[in-house]
Every structure is written in C-alpha cells, then in structure tokens.
C-alpha cells in the first residue's frame, strides 16, 4: 500500500481515529482528508496525526456524514488519488441484509466516483 499512497491526495471514509489516515500520511501522503461524523473521533485523529510527527497543514478532518460528504464531494467533482471506505456493519441482524447491501453499494459506487484513478 505505500506505494499507493506516496504523493498521492487521500480521503478516508468513516476514518474513525485516523489509522488508515496515519498510515497514508506515514507512507508520504501529500494530504489526507478523514471523514467521520463523530468530531470526538477526528479530535483523536488529529492528536495521532501530531503525535507521529506528521505536518498539520497536510491533514483535514472533516465531521460529517461520509453519504453527505460524497454527495456534496461529487456535485463539487472533487477528486481523490486514494479513498479509503471502511464502514461500519449497516445490518445488525438478517432482516436489514438487503437495506445494507443497498447502502453498501451505494456508498462504493459514490466513494468510486471521487476517485480519480
């Protein structure tokens, strides 16, 4: 994955308290973008990203819905080198399966359209 990260402008869907962030940032992100609708969790991000000794100006957290974000992000048309989408589980039991693989998809299918390779 460094590879893939290096110079590269990344978003993080969902990112929590930035590990995928950090990562990218440690393998030579230029900027990072962490999206997630708990701002306690991108307060932590943000601390992490400072405590790995990573340059603040590279890295933006953004509180906000990650459905939300890429709507706006898409009639925006901004783009993504890298976009990282690891949501949490949308069917706590059998009966919302086929609502979760509808959200799934659709949330693939706009995190597809603001990636740019």
Not at 53 to 60: A, F, G, K, S, T
Not at 90 to 100: D, G, H, T, W, Y
């Amino acid at each position: 994955m460094q590879a893939f990260h290096r110079g590269s402008r990344v978003l993080n869907l969902f990112g929590y308290t930035g590990g995928f962030s950090i990562y990218a940032g440690l393998a030579g992100a230029s900027h990072v973008t962490t999206v997630d609708v708990a701002e306690a969790a991108l307060g932590a991000a943000d601390s992490n990203w400072q405590l790995n000794d990573l340059n603040p100006r590279q890295h933006e957290g953004i509180a906000m819905d990650a459905f939300e974000f890429l709507d706006r992000a898409v009639a925006a048309k901004e783009q993504w080198d890298v976009v990282i989408c690891d949501p949490p589980s949308f069917a706590p039991n059998k009966a919302s399966v086929p609502k979760a693989q509808a959200s799934y998809e659709r949330l693939f299918q706009k995190a597809a359209a603001v990636t740019s390779r």
